[in-house]
């Protein structure tokens, strides 16, 4: 009876098996599909009318089987993304349409130190010459250095910023997350 572990206690796991379970979920590849509701708006159409579908990580499109209404079985689109798994996962997808560029952007630190894409995702969607918006979203904090932060030359202290620029003018948003 002395033996006997207490009533309540969990059996132990080994240390080199906790280990190397945790280095293996650490680092794990992700493939992961998003079906695309046909009920709305069919992707294929979203295409046509003009959009592009503007993503961090690279996908490809299928065309598989699914069932909306109970044994009713139809074929529609379903996207993949693929990309490692690394102690965090981030994804950033949006719908623009075909004659607006897309480029990354970036946010600065201090307004001197160009800040890591694992904290921060940036993109700058530019409609014409005279006319941009740049997008910063916020997946992490940060613990070091100045939190005084500029995206396309304007300083802010938030989770998501946005800035218009129209020709001269400059018109900043926070957007809360």
Do not use: W
């Not at 009533?7 to 079906?35: G, W």
């Not at 800040?115 to 992490?140: C, G, M, P, Q, R």
């Not at 938030?158 to 997350?177: E, L, P, Q, S, W």
């Amino acid at each position: 009876m002395d033996n006997d572990p207490p009533i309540n206690s969990a059996p132990s796991v080994p240390e080199s098996l906790f280990v190397s379970l945790k280095t293996l979920l650490h680092k794990l590849p992700l493939l992961y599909p998003y079906h695309v509701d046909t009920s709305q708006v069919p992707f294929f159409l979203l295409l046509l009318k003009g959009l592009k579908l503007v993503s961090n990580i690279p996908y490809t499109k299928h065309i598989e089987p699914c069932s909306l209404r109970y044994n009713e079985e139809l074929e529609h689109d379903v996207l993949y993304f693929e990309q490692d798994f690394t102690n965090h996962f981030e994804q950033c997808i949006c719908f623009v349409d075909k004659a607006i560029e897309t480029k990354d952007d970036f946010v600065l630190q201090n307004n001197d130190t160009k800040l890591d894409n694992t904290i921060v995702h940036t993109k700058k969607f530019i409609l014409s010459e005279d006319e941009s918006y740049s997008v910063a979203i916020f997946h992490k904090e940060i613990y070091k250095g100045k939190k005084v932060l500029f995206l396309d030359g304007e300083p802010f202290h938030c989770k998501v910023f946005v800035v218009h620029k129209k020709k001269d003018k400059v018109k900043t948003y926070i957007v809360r997350a």
